[in-house]
């Protein structure tokens, strides 16, 4: 390894090629983070060298390249391990000079920039050995097209690319800085100087026997943001035995897939995103090793992976092609709102609702080649017994932390047992486990979860669609019944309707008392009131009065559980039809989502007290459900605050001000106009905008996450400070 501190015209002068793999990233700097900062720093230095220090330079950052093996008399070239976004935007940068050089007439500078982007015709064997770089083959075209385009530079012409850009950006910057004044050519011959002498780069040089993805690694160990699937790639083809030409074909065979939209799209997972790439790699791995490790160190295990077992690259790139082919074609089909889905495809879209990749393992796993011989209705139905898993689980609210760890372990006990009786094997591991993280809750559990609860609140709109989704599947005879339908019903389409809406008071009065009324809000959210329809039905049928939305329903629906609804609801739909449908739906759902007879379960989660939860105003501000800036007001008149007009913002901290006096809580700034005394601010403070409380703008965020019937955790009780001297304020 040798290190010196080089200047640009050192770099590209003597006839070579620096060669970017084709497995490093493709260029992604872009004008506002690289190329106008990196345009500043040229036109500070030349006003720092002009004004205050003649010796001044200024540092580019590190590149590192190591020598490739060559024959005797042919360009020599060096392989670009690290800073190949740099190079490139150095190139793009001087030919950019050079063609403006061409373009004013000035052919002696131009001719000091030339050496710098072309090699002498001498040297050139083919026609790609005129550049001093030769970059990854998805930016080839864009590179090559602007850089051997003829001045002036027509860019209408020149193939649509993000190194087309930057070369114009740095032409364009170029020609107004030199102006068309007397001393135009003056600034280019100090400008020329500058970019060839005063700019610096560390540059480091391996020599071919040294390790490159030792030094790849390290480097990019400081922050640089590569993906596991950018680490994966590089050690796969660093490693990967043949002579250049071997390597690419097997890239553009087994792994240039990865570096398309659909792979490069970033997912989320709990908290973190990760492209598409990286998440599938991580979870082959565990399907391959079945073993739990972060997604941070799934790198870490590829190579020892690598090292340890598969050994052959070659071999397994192969067999990860097979295994993404097969994954993007489970998801894509899911994605499909129409239609029969396969068994593995319907699993995928059930489960990947309740926000869960952690069966995506066993999905992999499944189709490795080591299980080929599990018959297909054995593989139906280990998903069938899965997904009854996952959703139970879910209606339950069984915790999910350890979810992974229970996944490996089942995979590792399924690994020892005869592919014949993999289906009754997975059975009987759910069955006998009464750990919380891995228990199969039972019907009674389930009967107590959903009997009386408040399910719109309770579970997020996309869980509670399918599972609405689902038991319409089932009386139509979709996945295993007997078809009776046209079809499933349409998935992810439908809007989720109260058929005694939520705002009943002015359509459906009653003469209740305020414990009466309170008992209707609670009943209206639960499942036997919710049903599917069109978003054009729904917003038609609003708030109306049952025998609106009955006629409704009946002349356009086509959807059986519905159906199902109007015939018990007639004539009339009330608090005890819904408890009835409630029950009948339960009923449904144990079939849709059987266990085995006779399993009970882990009956301590049946007793479960409901979750409690402490959410801040600044949460709300920073997943999106209320924006800084935002004016508050008084919601009610309390009896001891005078002042009628009160007003607060939103800080985007979540602290509440009144004037300049900033207040931590909504109630804190709701005492400090209530001389003191306890009030809660949640029921105090208003939108201005809207009139929402924030108390309603909180309940609704906690149902849109599930956790509708969760208990709020106040800083005062829920009814502090509720004297009112009016309903509202005027």
Same mark, same amino acid.
């Given at each position: 390894?040798? !290190?010196?501190?080089?200047?640009?015209?050192?770099?590209?002068?003597?006839? @070579?090629?620096?060669?970017?793999?084709?497995?490093?990233?493709?260029?992604?700097?872009?004008? +506002?983070?690289?190329?106008?900062?990196?345009?500043?720093?040229?036109?500070?230095?030349?006003?720092?060298?002009?004004?205050?220090?003649?010796?001044?330079?200024?540092?580019?950052?590190?590149?590192?390249?190591?020598?490739?093996?060559?024959?005797?008399?042919?360009?020599?070239?060096?392989?670009?391990?690290?800073?190949?976004?740099?190079?490139?935007?150095?190139?793009?940068?001087?030919?950019?000079?050079?063609?403006?050089?061409?373009?004013?007439?000035?052919?002696?500078?131009?001719?000091?920039?030339?050496?710098?982007? +072309?090699?002498?015709?001498?040297?050139?064997?083919?026609?790609?050995?005129?550049?001093?770089?030769?970059?990854?083959?998805?930016?080839?075209?864009?590179?090559?097209?602007?850089?051997?385009?003829?001045?002036?530079?027509?860019?209408?012409?020149?193939?649509?690319?993000?190194?087309?850009?930057?070369?114009?950006?740095?032409?364009?910057?170029?020609?107004?800085?030199?102006?068309?004044?007397?001393?135009?050519?003056? $600034?280019?011959?100090?400008?020329? /100087?500058?970019?060839?002498?005063?700019?610096?780069?560390?540059?480091? $040089?391996?020599?071919?026997?040294?390790?490159?993805?030792?030094?790849?690694? @390290?480097?990019?160990?400081?922050?640089?943001?590569?993906?596991?699937?950018?680490?994966?790639?590089?050690?796969?083809?660093?490693?990967?035995?043949?002579?250049?030409?071997?390597?690419?074909?097997?890239?553009?065979?087994?792994? /240039?897939?990865?570096? @398309?939209?659909?792979?490069?799209?970033?997912?989320?997972?709990?908290?973190?995103? %990760?492209? $598409?790439?990286?998440?599938?790699?991580?979870?082959?791995?565990?399907?391959?090793?079945?073993?739990?490790?972060?997604?941070? +160190?799934?790198?870490?295990?590829?190579?020892?992976?690598?090292?340890?077992?598969?050994?052959?690259?070659?071999?397994?790139?192969?067999?990860?092609?097979?295994? /993404?082919?097969?994954?993007?074609?489970?998801?894509?089909?899911?994605?499909?709102?129409?239609?029969?889905?396969?068994?593995?495809?319907?699993?995928?879209?059930?489960?990947?609702?309740?926000?869960?990749?952690?069966?995506?393992?066993?999905?992999?796993?499944?189709?490795?080649?080591?299980?080929?011989?599990?018959?297909?209705?054995?593989?139906?139905?280990?998903?069938?017994?899965?997904?009854?898993?996952?959703?139970?689980?879910?209606?339950?609210?069984?915790?999910?932390?350890?979810? %992974?760890?229970? =996944?490996?372990?089942?995979?590792?006990?399924?690994?020892?047992?005869?592919?014949?009786?993999?289906?009754?094997?997975?059975?009987?591991?759910?069955?006998?486990?009464?750990?919380?993280?891995? &228990?199969?809750?039972?019907?009674?559990?389930?009967?107590?979860?959903?009997?009386?609860? !408040?399910?719109?609140?309770? &579970?997020?709109?996309?869980?509670?669609?399918?599972?609405?989704?689902?038991?319409?599947?089932?009386?139509?005879? &979709?996945?295993?019944?007997?078809?009776?339908?046209?079809?499933?019903?349409?998935?992810?389409?439908?809007?989720?309707?109260?058929?005694?809406?939520?705002?009943?008071?002015?359509?459906?009065?009653?003469?209740?008392?305020?414990?009466?009324?309170?008992?209707?809000?609670?009943?209206?959210?639960?499942?036997?009131?919710?049903?599917?329809?069109?978003?054009?039905?729904?917003?038609?049928?609003?708030?109306?009065?049952?025998?609106?939305?009955?006629?409704?329903?009946?002349?356009?629906?086509?959807?059986?559980?519905?159906?199902?609804?109007?015939?018990?609801?007639?004539?009339?739909?009330?608090?005890?039809?819904?408890?009835?449908? !409630?029950?009948?739906?339960?009923?449904?759902?144990?079939?849709?989502?059987?266990?085995?007879?006779?399993?009970?379960?882990?009956?301590?989660?049946?007793?479960?007290?409901?979750?409690?939860?402490?959410?801040?105003?600044?949460?709300?501000?920073?997943?999106?459900?209320?924006? /800084?800036?935002?004016?508050?007001?008084?919601?009610?008149?309390?009896?001891?605050?005078? #002042?009628?007009?009160?007003?607060?913002?939103?800080?985007?901290?979540?602290?509440?001000?009144?004037?300049?006096?900033?207040? %931590?809580?909504?109630?804190?700034?709701?005492?400090?106009?209530?001389?003191?005394?306890?009030?809660?601010?949640?029921?105090?403070?208003?939108?201005?905008?809207?009139?929402?409380?924030?108390?309603?703008?909180? %309940?609704?965020?906690?149902?849109?996450?599930?956790?509708?019937?969760?208990?709020?955790? #106040?800083?005062?009780?829920? #009814?502090?400070?509720?004297?009112? =001297?009016?309903?509202?304020?005027?």
């Amino acid at each position: 390894m040798k !290190t010196d501190v080089v200047k640009p015209k050192e770099v590209f002068y003597n006839p @070579t090629q620096l060669v970017v793999p084709l497995f490093q990233r493709p260029y992604v700097w872009s004008k +506002e983070t690289q190329w106008e900062p990196l345009w500043q720093d040229i036109v500070r230095l030349i006003q720092v060298i002009s004004e205050h220090n003649p010796l001044a330079t200024h540092f580019l950052g590190a590149i590192v390249i190591q020598q490739m093996p060559t024959t005797l008399g042919a360009l020599p070239a060096w392989n670009v391990i690290d800073g190949q976004q740099r190079l490139t935007t150095l190139q793009l940068l001087l030919d950019a000079l050079h063609s403006e050089l061409l373009r004013r007439h000035w052919p002696a500078l131009a001719e000091q920039i030339e050496p710098l982007v +072309e090699n002498p015709p001498a040297y050139r064997e083919t026609e790609t050995d005129r550049y001093k770089l030769w970059p990854t083959n998805r930016d080839r075209d864009g590179f090559a097209s602007v850089m051997s385009a003829t001045t002036p530079v027509d860019y209408s012409k020149v193939a649509k690319s993000r190194l087309g850009d930057a070369h114009r950006f740095f032409a364009e910057s170029i020609a107004a800085w030199l102006g068309d004044g007397n001393h135009a050519e003056r $600034r280019a011959r100090i400008l020329v /100087a500058t970019i060839m002498d005063r700019l610096e780069i560390a540059s480091i $040089r391996l020599d071919t026997n040294e390790d490159a993805q030792a030094i790849f690694e @390290t480097l990019n160990a400081r922050g640089t943001p590569l993906s596991a699937a950018d680490l994966i790639k590089n050690f796969v083809f660093q490693n990967l035995p043949g002579n250049s030409a071997d390597i690419e074909k097997a890239y553009l065979k087994y792994w /240039a897939d990865f570096e @398309t939209p659909w792979w490069e799209t970033e997912i989320t997972t709990g908290r973190i995103k %990760n492209p $598409r790439a990286s998440l599938f790699l991580w979870q082959w791995l565990t399907a391959r090793t079945l073993l739990d490790f972060p997604i941070r +160190e799934v790198f870490t295990q590829f190579k020892h992976y690598v090292n340890t077992v598969a050994k052959d690259i070659g071999a397994f790139l192969p067999q990860i092609k097979a295994a /993404a082919d097969r994954y993007r074609a489970i998801i894509e089909g899911a994605e499909q709102p129409h239609g029969p889905l396969s068994r593995a495809e319907l699993f995928s879209y059930r489960v990947g609702t309740l926000d869960s990749e952690i069966g995506r393992p066993l999905l992999i796993w499944l189709d490795e080649p080591e299980q080929a011989t599990v018959p297909a209705a054995d593989r139906n139905r280990i998903l069938g017994i899965l997904e009854s898993w996952f959703v139970r689980r879910t209606l339950v609210k069984a915790p999910s932390q350890g979810s %992974n760890r229970f =996944v490996i372990d089942l995979l590792q006990h399924l690994s020892g047992q005869p592919k014949e009786a993999l289906a009754d094997a997975v059975e009987a591991y759910l069955v006998s486990n009464h750990t919380a993280v891995g &228990y199969w809750p039972g019907d009674d559990e389930i009967r107590a979860a959903l009997t009386g609860a !408040t399910a719109y609140g309770k &579970y997020l709109r996309v869980r509670l669609r399918m599972v609405l989704e689902a038991l319409e599947d089932a009386k139509r005879g &979709y996945p295993d019944g007997a078809k009776l339908a046209m079809g499933p019903v349409a998935r992810g389409k439908g809007s989720i309707e109260h058929l005694m809406p939520q705002k009943w008071g002015k359509s459906w009065p009653a003469s209740f008392t305020p414990n009466e009324k309170a008992e209707r809000d609670r009943v209206v959210q639960q499942l036997g009131n919710l049903t599917l329809v069109t978003p054009p039905l729904n917003a038609k049928m609003s708030n109306g009065p049952w025998s609106t939305k009955r006629l409704h329903l009946e002349s356009v629906s086509d959807v059986l559980i519905t159906n199902e609804a109007l015939k018990l609801g007639n004539p009339v739909w009330d608090e005890a039809k819904i408890q009835k449908r !409630t029950a009948l739906l339960i009923g449904q759902i144990l079939q849709v989502w059987p266990a085995p007879a006779g399993h009970v379960g882990l009956t301590a989660a049946t007793t479960a007290a409901p979750s409690t939860v402490t959410v801040d105003v600044a949460q709300l501000v920073a997943e999106g459900w209320l924006r /800084a800036g935002t004016v508050l007001k008084q919601s009610y008149r309390a009896a001891y605050i005078e #002042d009628r007009e009160a007003i607060a913002v939103v800080a985007q901290d979540g602290r509440i001000y009144i004037g300049e006096k900033a207040y %931590n809580t909504p109630s804190g700034a709701a005492q400090a106009l209530n001389s003191g005394r306890s009030i809660n601010g949640w029921w105090f403070w208003a939108i201005a905008d809207s009139g929402k409380r924030l108390y309603d703008l909180r %309940n609704e965020y906690l149902q849109n996450i599930g956790e509708g019937d969760a208990q709020v955790v #106040d800083e005062v009780p829920p #009814d502090a400070g509720h004297t009112f =001297v009016d309903d509202a304020v005027e």
